[in-house]
């Protein structure tokens, strides 16, 4: 084993002081054993053996049910390299509060070393860490949304990815996510929620991978990517970023409707939130999802909004913070399907149907190994990646943003991306349903300076051959409280124009934002919608784009002079049309 390994093992060990240490190898004999002990210490519940075989419920501390932001930092040497958007903590003095709150906070238990691989190990796209926990439920998620294997250890660098985590006392005040990006290192102390604590995720994946993609040319994003194989065999493979809880799931395992499936569309899945890009030798990006299982939202996933969701949580899965069906053993949440008369709420309490309490926790999870995916594509495991033909951005909005349009290219794409809104979910802890800008849905997740992180974009883009197109979706705009479009299945409608546009067709109409569909070119046939809605929903709202403009221009103040000019030269632009 590499040294550089035993020793940061051996540090974790003398900080925390477990009473063991124990080397997860990956295998199943492994996990069921430590599943076994999560049982008998009420850690996980065993759900019924037939209906979800290799099934367990766990539940979080009720004050650490999602990713919580206001303790989430980026350590890096400087504040003006972690930006304006991001907490930032000086690295030693962030260092010795860890070292502090974590001294001896392993005393008798059991500290788990994880070694894991982010996307096929071995391929251009792998990255290696370590993750110490004293966690079996973080144990156990590892090894579905990573790959885990003590093969690991012999592929492993120096530069493998450090990751500490501790329970220590599940306290919030002391609770904190730090990132170290000059030391490709990760510490979470005092939480258990996956988002927090599932180290290979949010924190490698994303914060600390966007600085090594920045240093090495690539771009690590907040990205479903999905593939559409039309009735003439040809595959198109559309990435998708959307801030948290906004539908990438359902989007990546999208079933189309009945019109569709008898044409001969397929829709197939490869991630449904990450996306690992690099630049191919054709001067195309090429996309992989770095993780190996899925972290859903529960609630509001049943077998109509994305029955391969429900069917990928079956089996060898973990479901947190939904409620239990204490007659069968099953587990149920808010839009699964008619409450049953009784259940034991997400807090362990009794539940009765008509309560005015939710019987689930909004930010419930399943966390389900991608293989489970009825619709997962052969190219999953693809070690060069698939070849993207267009990048989706969108988010939550109720008005102002068409159901979808095209920017005029990559630098408008950029922009387009940079001044992002959307209203906040259950995903992170604070006020749900407000409106907030969230550029490049990596608001919460950007490793470093978002000035530099458009700057990085922009160039990537200079160097393209064969760039994939830009659009901006909305499913989400609302009438008197009802949403206008159907969305889920229905949304390969807009995918379908979309196609046709990388395809070079004539479609659509200039707007002031960019290209709007016709209503007439987004394909209703079984489409449950009236013409007048349709009309809303491709409508570019004048006014309600100058109340826009304002808002982008003290959204952009944020960033200061460092904000990339192209940026400002954009929304000068869109100033100008909409005039
Ligand atoms: C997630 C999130 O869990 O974005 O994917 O919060
Ligand atoms: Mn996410």
Redesign the pocket.
């Known amino acids: 084993m590499k040294k550089s390994v035993s020793d940061f093992v051996a540090f974790c060990a003398d900080l925390m002081q477990p009473e063991k240490t124990v080397w997860i190898d990956g295998s199943k004999r492994q996990i069921d054993e430590l599943n076994k002990t999560a049982v008998s210490t009420q850690e996980f519940v065993a759900l019924n053996k037939e209906k979800l075989p290799n099934c367990f419920l766990h539940r979080s501390a009720p004050n650490d049910v999602?990713?919580i932001e206001s303790r989430t930092f980026i350590c890096s040497r400087t504040k003006e390299q972690a930006g304006p958007t991001n907490n930032w903590m000086e690295p030693n003095e962030a260092y010795k509060l860890l070292s502090d709150i974590s001294r001896g906070c392993m005393k008798g238990r059991t500290m788990y070393v994880i070694p894991y691989s982010m996307a096929p190990i071995g391929s251009p796209f792998a990255k290696y860490g370590i993750e110490v926990t004293d966690s079996i439920y973080v144990v156990t998620s590892m090894t579905i949304m990573t790959r885990v294997s003590n093969k690991i250890l012999d592929v492993i660098g120096d530069d493998f990815v450090r990751g500490i985590h501790s329970k220590a006392e599940l306290d919030a005040e002391k609770r904190y996510i730090c990132q170290f990006p000059q030391d490709n290192t990760i510490w979470s102390v005092n939480s258990g929620y996956?988002?927090n604590v599932l180290l290979g995720?949010?924190c490698f994946a994303l914060r600390i991978a966007s600085n090594l993609a920045r240093d090495e040319g690539w771009l690590a994003e907040?990205m479903l990517i999905v593939g559409i194989t039309r009735p003439d065999g040809k595959k198109y493979y559309i990435a998708g970023a959307f801030?948290?809880?906004c539908g990438?799931t359902n989007l990546a395992m999208l079933i189309p409707p009945k019109e569709y499936l008898e044409r001969g569309y397929k829709v197939e899945t490869i991630g449904?939130?990450?996306a690992w890009i690099r630049v191919g030798k054709d001067g195309a990006l090429y996309a992989a999802n770095p993780e190996y299982g899925f972290?859903?939202?529960a609630p509001g996933t049943n077998m109509k909004t994305n029955a391969n969701a429900m069917l990928s949580c079956q089996k060898d899965s973990l479901l947190t913070n939904v409620a239990l069906n204490p007659a069968d053993d099953t587990v149920w949440w808010e839009g699964m399907s008619e409450a049953p008369e009784t259940l034991i709420d997400w807090t362990g309490k009794p539940w009765h149907k008509g309560s005015e309490t939710k019987a689930a926790h909004p930010?419930s999870?399943f966390t389900a190994p991608i293989v489970n995916c009825p619709c997962l594509s052969p190219e999953f495991e693809n070690p060069q990646g698939v070849k993207l033909s267009a990048i989706l951005f969108g988010g939550r909005r109720e008005d102002t943003v068409p159901l979808v349009y095209e920017a005029k290219n990559w630098e408008h794409g950029v922009f387009v991306a940079s001044v992002m809104a959307s209203q906040t979910?259950a995903?992170?802890a604070g006020a749900v349903g407000v409106l907030r800008r969230d550029p490049f849905?990596m608001l919460?997740?950007c490793g470093y300076n978002m000035n530099d992180y458009f700057a990085h974009w922009l160039s990537i883009g200079k160097n393209l051959k064969n760039a994939p197109k830009i659009f901006n979706v909305n499913w989400f705009q609302k009438k008197n409280g009802r949403f206008l479009w159907p969305g889920f299945g229905d949304n390969m409608r807009v995918i379908d124009w979309i196609i046709d546009r990388c395809e070079g067709k004539e479609y659509g109409t200039q707007t002031p934002i960019g290209i709007v569909p016709k209503s007439s070119e987004i394909n209703q046939e079984g489409l449950n919608i009236s013409q007048e809605d349709l009309e809303q929903v491709l409508n570019v709202d004048k006014n309600l784009w100058e109340n826009e403009v304002s808002d982008i221009e003290r959204h952009y103040k944020k960033f200061g002079s460092k904000l990339p000019k192209e940026l400002n030269k954009q929304l000068n632009e869109l100033k100008q049309h909409l005039q």
């Open positions: 999602a990713r996956g988002g995720k949010k907040h801030p948290s809880a990438k449904d939130d990450i972290f859903g939202v930010n999870r979910t995903a992170a849905a919460p997740f």
